[in-house]
Structure formats: structure tokens, C-alpha cells
Nanobody, 111 residues
Framework: QVQLVQSGGGLVQPGGSLRLSCAAS????????RSWYRQAPGKQRELVAT???????NYADSVKGRFIISRDNTKNTVYLQMNSLKPEDTAVYYC?????WGQGTQVTVSS
């Protein structure tokens, strides 16, 4: 059974950067796509970024050019580098694979 453990996140000023990590334990195949979602207060969970096993990435329009998703298959870990953060990026961020979810990480962008 796959378990996902997230790290990173926290409080950052607008324009700052953060990196989230999501490490998978258990058997997970490098061919599987991995995703990051976020959920802001009072809003539905939304897809932020995806990466295929081949490393092809896709982003929500709201984060294109600012966020970078990457993966290290040797560590079963996926990353989300978040740059030029805005207050509207404030949310709980979740990683996901095969409908298995990480525990969530709070990201707060505020001055």
C-alpha cells in the first residue's frame, strides 16, 4: 500500500519561494503520473500541476511560469517548487498518486 508523506510549506511573503516534497513509501512505479492539488478556504480542491512518468509536465494557468513540478524516481519523491508566490496561492497543498493522498501542507503567502 502506498503512503505519501509531505514536507515543506509554511509562511512566506509575497514574491517569495517555497518547495514542497512528497515522498512515497511502499511500491510505486516510476511510470505513474504524480500530481499536486491545493484547496483554499471555502473553495474546491483544484489541480495545480502534474508530471508523467516520462517527465512531461502540465500546470494550471494560475501557476504557469511560477511553479515547477519535478520528480526523483530514485527517491520516489515528487517536488513542487513555488516561486513568485502570491496571496492567492494560500491554500493547503496535497500530493496525489492513484487516488492516494498526502496529509496536506499549509502554504500561507502574506506580508
Amino acid at each position: 500500500q502506498v503512503q505519501l508523506v509531505q514536507s515543506g510549506g509554511g509562511l512566506v511573503q509575497p514574491g517569495g519561494s517555497l518547495r514542497l516534497s512528497c515522498a512515497a513509501s511502499g511500491t510505486i512505479f516510476s511510470i505513474l503520473g504524480r500530481s499536486w492539488y491545493r484547496q483554499a478556504p471555502g473553495k474546491q480542491r483544484e489541480l495545480v500541476a502534474t508530471i508523467t512518468g516520462d517527465g512531461i509536465t502540465n500546470y494550471a494557468d494560475s501557476v504557469k511560469g511560477r511553479f515547477i513540478i519535478s520528480r526523483d524516481n530514485t527517491k520516489n519523491t515528487v517536488y513542487l517548487q513555488m516561486n513568485s508566490l502570491k496571496p492567492e496561492d494560500t491554500a493547503v497543498y496535497y500530493c496525489e498518486v492513484l487516488n492516494t493522498w498526502g496529509q496536506g501542507t499549509q502554504v500561507t503567502v502574506s506580508s
